[in-house]
């Protein structure tokens, strides 16, 4: 049996190997945008390694709700005309960037950093959820709001941070689930019809 020969050189099969790390790109998409990179070496390359570099050695991670900043308290964190009194949790940052970018929600953020998963040997000290006790049992704080994914992982994480919180007696509500806006219900999966018919309520 011939051994699998090598065409690029070690130097660009180790940025394809670091690209495909990447969530979203498997291994042909990694060799894809590797070559578009050095294709456009002055122009694409260069300045993302410069932003990479930048990135790598000011962002940091806000000790108070877990975002990503330059600074610490985060900006988020320390903005005024915010309500201190609504703790909005999130499992990642990009869930945290979707609802600013909506820009539906006014109070603060605590992202957990992830969501339960026995499969992944994540469990609840893996999370930041004592950071979000600690916070929600400040003077103030008149509810905290799950927004958390409607997937099995998504309701287990919300059942233990339900119950970590209910001591404090602070009132724990979830983002309703069921037919999204211009959804058509014969295109609907079982469970979102099922959330549906369960968080439905009086017109």
Known sequence: MRSKTT????EIETL?????????????????AALQLLKKRETLMKPLADAMAVAAASVKTCSACGAL????????CTAPGRDDGLICVVADIQDLWALERAGVFRGRYHVLGGLLSALDGVGPDDLLIAG???RASQDGVREVILALSATVDGQTTAHVVTERLAPLGVPVTRLAHGVPIGGELELLDDGTLFAALQSRRPL
């Not at 690209?19 to 060799?31: C, F, I, N, T, Y």
């Not at 900043?69 to 988020?76: A, E, S």
């Open 69 to 76: 900043d330059t600074r610490d308290p985060c900006g988020l």
């Open 132 to 134: 979000l006790v600690a």
């Open 7 to 10: 065409v690029a050189s070690p």
């Open 16 to 32: 394809i190997g670091l690209l495909a790390k990447v969530p979203g790109l498997g291994p042909r998409s990694a060799r894809r």
